[in-house]
């Protein structure tokens, strides 16, 4: 089974390179993260018509996320317990949740794709809603782990984090900025001292996720990697292979983001449809 994430940046800007990517890449699952629409408002039509079945939750032209699978989708659920919410309350006090956590269960893999929270700015309340969210995701996983403890689970998508100074093209440029304040890193590393596993590092695999559109950045690899699978032993026991997709980066209208891919050594339904070799 290859399974995939990738923050796509619109998914109605680019469901066709989305789609293109699937199938030039025989991807199984793929987790999407910033679709950048409501649910109703996912070009479902081009994706069944490619073979995939599609989950998404989008609240509005923000944030979003999704899966795309050509296997059965089961146990779908938006958001994991007590998420925190951000932006202006309602009248009981209760803030909105976002639309930046969705996970499902695929041939007994449990798989969640999550956009976490930027941050913004050290000072700014969004970077304590960051730190609260991860806090709450790594409860949510633990206890999850823990009522579950042979199912394999992946954390898959865009963490916002870039954890290690060789994730970053210049260190000094981020000094006093997120994404790489030891708050945030330590809230990253926190997943791996409980038990799960950074799989394209662990593969020794290297290179950026990210680069901006401003600045040649792409061009110059001034870029940083923030999208990663994390899964833990159960899940890593399965991983054959991994990449992170660069040339994705390349082209007309790309996201600013490239995919990373995972390939699981596991049977699935759709070998039930292969020819019998003899």
């Known amino acids: 089974m290859r399974i995939a994430t990738w923050n796509v940046n619109s998914i109605r800007t680019r469901k066709g390179r989305v789609i293109d990517f699937l199938q030039n890449h025989d991807i199984d699952v793929l987790a999407m993260q910033e679709i950048k629409c409501k649910t109703e408002q996912f070009p479902f039509e081009e994706f069944e018509e490619a073979g995939y079945e599609v989950i998404a939750h989008g609240l509005n032209q923000w944030n979003g996320v999704a899966f795309a699978s050509r296997l059965p989708i089961e146990d779908a659920v938006e958001g994991f317990e007590n998420m925190p919410g ?9 803030l909105p949740l976002e639309a930046r956590a969705l996970g499902a ?11 976490v929270p930027n941050g ?3 000072a700014h ?3 304590t809603y960051k730190l609260e969210w991860l806090k709450a995701l790594r409860e949510d996983t633990a206890a999850r782990r823990e ?13 916002n984090i870039a954890p290690l100074d060789i994730d970053i093209w210049d260190p000094e440029f981020f000094v006093g900025k997120t994404h790489t304040s030891q708050p945030e890193r330590d809230a ?3 997943f791996l001292e409980d038990g799960m596993l950074d799989v ?20 110059r690899n001034e870029g940083m990697r923030i999208d990663f699978v994390l899964g833990n032993p159960e899940f890593f026991e399965l991983v054959s292979a991994a990449e992170i997709a660069r040339d994705e980066r390349k082209g007309d209208g790309p996201s ?3 995919p990373v891919i995972v390939e699981l050594d596991t049977e699935t339904s759709l070998d039930d449809d292969m020819p019998m070799i003899f």
Do not use: C
Request: net charge negative; aromatic share 16%.
């Open 86 to 94: 951000f932006g202006k309350p309602a009248e009981d006090g209760t």
């Open 120 to 122: 913004r700015e050290l």
């Open 188 to 190: 990253f590393n926190a």
């Open 105 to 115: 269960t695929i041939e007994g893999v449990r798989l969640w794709s999550l956009y």
């Open 147 to 159: 009522s579950h403890p042979e199912e394999p689970i992946a954390l898959m998508g865009d963490f």
């Open 256 to 258: 600013d983001h490239v």
């Open 200 to 219: 394209t590092r662990e593969l020794g695999i290297e290179g950026y996720t990210y680069w901006d559109y401003q600045q040649l950045r792409f061009p």
């Open 125 to 127: 309340p969004h970077y």
